[in-house]
């Protein structure tokens, strides 16, 4: 019987193989492995294989591909024998294979369904060197260390590797089982040659290495974080058991339970809020404190409790007192005096708490904000006051929500908390004044607030619960209404504020202006004494706008440098004593000061004022009376030594001199102002020019107003046509930086043209508002009580008004009225006759 030799199955593999693509991972040589097949191309394969020779070709694809084609597959693979077919439930099949050799290939017989290919099996290069001896030792070491501390490498693993003899299947067994990406895997598949397959898969365990120090390093941060947390715990329960039984407060958060659960249940709230809060307190009882949301909760309870849901305070119906204290506090101001008093009365008889909302429209400086304070004195009620102007965002008034970092709630909640009682007196400043943009419109959020039909539920965006501000008394300041949107204007109550004229301003500079401001520059408070004339003066000549702020100013300016003269001569008396002179009389310096400052007038127990630069009182005599007891009484020409020349003279006050000019009234935001209106004719074609920045609707009045005044010089007054066809108009309105709008202006354009076509110049002291129609109607105008104060300001005699506003001049006060004449017409004729009469 003749010898037989047994050849190894790698040498006996068919040059024709089945591939297999597969989706994950090339499989190298020398492993036994399962491997699922669920696409039922390669399942006819496998079946194939099993009932022939049982060897396949395994190729990663390029891209993952359902159906891939031999286009889709690496060219490098490895072939295997199947072991084992288990066939599964879905139609798929689950192998157990044996991998033998590489091969690459060569043609391509089938691209697709199944792929069969010519391949050409691959030997390896170069793998009994030292070099190699050398790196699988450096292999089989490194993966110890690996192993050792990876517990997904299992003891089988390890054996394994251990047990293979040949330099190559090591490496290929070691980058198989180490966690890189699936195309440097490839790449090691296609290395050939062993040295550099070793070298290039020691690399590659160099980085699992250093993954795994990392790894460790962040497991130990991580346990030692642990250990702490959880000794800080035990301890923390230790220390709340100890409290417990001492009677002692367990922990900060079990006292703010305790205290937002004791602050709700006094509330008694029902409904929504109830379900909210106890939401919220429930959620809050079950969250770490160290989580930022626990934070969030807590401070959302927080203004829950804090905002006074039931606290009123006590209700004063004393309308005597309340009237005191208003006519203390602010003089004049009628309208809004009587409106508080009516509104104490009201309550008293329906004796409920409803608010109510008031609008004070007026001039800057007339006392719309600190009349906001005396109201809510008057009323015996908290005060708060916030302003709107230049708000462009509507969570200011109702809040952010809670989504936001840093949310809160708006400022009529913000209010509310600090007031501490739910039916305050607010004030909203320069309502005029808001703006818009991406944000919101902050005007349409204060329609809910200022409405007294839904404010009984303001819903803030912070808190999302309804809140009843209907017991809030708001008072809302604007200089201007026409800025104002009119849904928000509707609902409140517009009460208008006037200027001051002179007396007016007399009055409240004794009351209030002077005794401030003496207090605020440090001066007694009867250390300095004005006449009459001197404020008159002070009023017409420094300070003739609507308000009283520049008056204020002008006191102030006058008060710091009485001041500095009395501190100046505090200090040259003390320089003799302090120089070892004391007795020997003042120096040449406060000789020098008191003869510029003090004159008497011969009689130094008379106590009559000075006459003269400084102003103190005659008798104060030079050497024995001390800068601070001196006392100081200032006339008109002492005024203009510490303020200057006045701003104002008499040559100010707006005339009509000559032909072409007439004196109309107009209303602005800062008030009642004049208006001087010019015409002049020039040799040319006819024609108007208009010039002084006017508006659209002012210029169609001087159009209007040139057709009438066209019409009655040529009909009533004989003016011939030629006169218009060769004359030019020139209308100009003064101070042409100013910009000027609006129809009153009428009947006072045409006047100022027919008085320069009869060259006639009109009525002294005479000044007009009114809007002109086309027929020669005088047609009613608005703010004639702003109107009315600037005529007099302008020491105005008579006053041509449209006869429907007659029922407006019960609303002036009859001291403003005083000295005026107010003449009511239908018609032009009427304005011409008082105008421009005939006689």
Known sequence: MSEQSVIPIDQLLPNKLPLVALMGRPIFPGIFTP???????????????????????????INENENPAIDDLYRVGTAAKIVKKINLPDGGVNIFISTLK??????????????????????????????????????????????????????????????????????????????????????????????????????????????????????????????????DYFLKEELKAIKTELGMVADAKSSEYQRFKDKLDAFAFSGEIKETVDQELEKFSLMDPNSSEFIVTRNYLDWIVSLPWKETVSEIFDLARAQKILEDDHYGLKD?????????????????????????????????????????????????????????????????????????????????????????????????????????????????????????????????????????????????????????????????LPGYIDTEKLEIARRYLIPKSLLKNGLKKNQVKYSRESLIHIANGYAREAGVRNFEKNLDKIHRKLAKIIVEKDESAD????????????????????????????????????????????????????????????????????????????????????????????????????????????????????????????KESATIAMTVAHKMAAEKYGVPGEWFEKNHIHLHIPEGATPKDGPSAGITMAVALLSLMRNRVITDRMVMTGELSLTGQVLPIGGLKEKTVAARRNKARHIIIPKQNLRDLDEIPDHVKKGLEFHPVERFEEVLALALPDS
């Not at 491997?35 to 694809?61: E, H, R, T, W, Y």
């Not at 304070?373 to 709107?388: H, M, T």
């Not at 009376?625 to 006392?631: D, F, I, Q, Y």
Request: aromatic share 4%; proline share 4%.
């Open 35 to 61: 491997i699922m097949i669920g696409n039922p191309n390669d399942v006819k394969i496998i079946d194939d294989a099993v009932s022939g020779d049982g060897i396949i070709g395994l190729v990663m694809q």
């Open 102 to 231: 590489r091969f690459k290939v060569k043609k391509t017989l089938s691209a697709s369904n199944p792929i069969l290919a010519v391949v050409e099996y691959l030997e390896e290069e170069g793998d009994d060197t030292n070099e190699v001896k050398a790196l699988t030792r450096a292999l089989i070491s490194e993966m110890k260390q690996i192993s050792e501390n990876n517990p997904l490498f299992s003891e089988e693993m390890r054996l394994n590797m251990i047990n293979i003899d040949h330099p190559g299947k090591i490496a290929d067994f070691i980058a198989s089982i180490l966690n890189i990406d699936k195309a440097e895997q490839q790449k090691i598949l296609e290395i050939l040659n062993v040295r550099k397959r070793m070298e290039q898969v020691l690399v590659f365990i160099k980085k699992e290495q250093e993954l795994l120090r990392i790894q460790k390093r962040i497991q130990k941060e991580i346990n030692e974080k642990i250990e702490k947390s959880q000794r």
């Open 336 to 496: 809004v005096k009587t409106r508080i008093v009516e509104y104490l009365a009201v309550r008293k008889l329906r004796n409920d708490s409803k608010g109510s909302i008031i609008c004070l429209a007026g001039p800057p400086g007339v006392g719309k904000t600190s009349v906001g304070k005396s109201i809510a004195r008057a009323l015996g009620k908290e005060f708060f006051r916030f302003s709107v102007g230049g708000m462009r965002d509507e969570a200011e008034i109702k809040g952010h929500r809670r989504t936001y970092i840093g949310a809160m709630p708006g400022k009529i909640i913000q209010g509310l908390k600090i007031v501490k009682t739910k039916d305050p007196v607010f004030m909203i400043d320069e309502i005029d004044k808001m703006g818009q943009s991406y944000q919101g419109d902050p005007s349409s959020a204060l329609l809910e607030v200022l409405d007294p039909e839904q404010n009984n539920s303001f819903r803030d965006h912070y808190l999302d619960l309804p809140f009843d501000i209907s017991h809030v008394f708001f008072i809302v300041t604007a200089n201007t209404l026409e800025t104002i949107p009119s849904p928000l204007l509707d609902r409140m109550e517009l009460i208008q």
């Open 575 to 698: 320089a003799p004593q302090a120089a070892g002179g004391a007795g020997k009389g003042r120096t040449k310096a406060g000789r020098a000061a008191d003869g510029a400052q003090v004159k008497t007038d011969g009689a130094p127990d008379t106590g009559k004022a000075a006459e003269t630069s400084g102003a103190p009182v005659a008798g104060a005599s030079a050497a024995g009376v001390s800068g601070r007891a001196e006392k100081f009484a200032l006339d008109k020409r002492q005024i203009e030594k510490y303020l200057g020349k006045p701003v104002f003279s008499e040559d100010v006050i707006k005339r009509a001199e000559r032909p072409g000019m007439s004196v109309g009234l107009a209303w602005t935001s800062m008030g009642g102002d004049t208006l001087v209106i010019e015409a002049i004719s020039l040799p040319g074609k006819e024609g108007l020019t208009l010039t002084g920045k006017m508006g659209d609707t002012m």
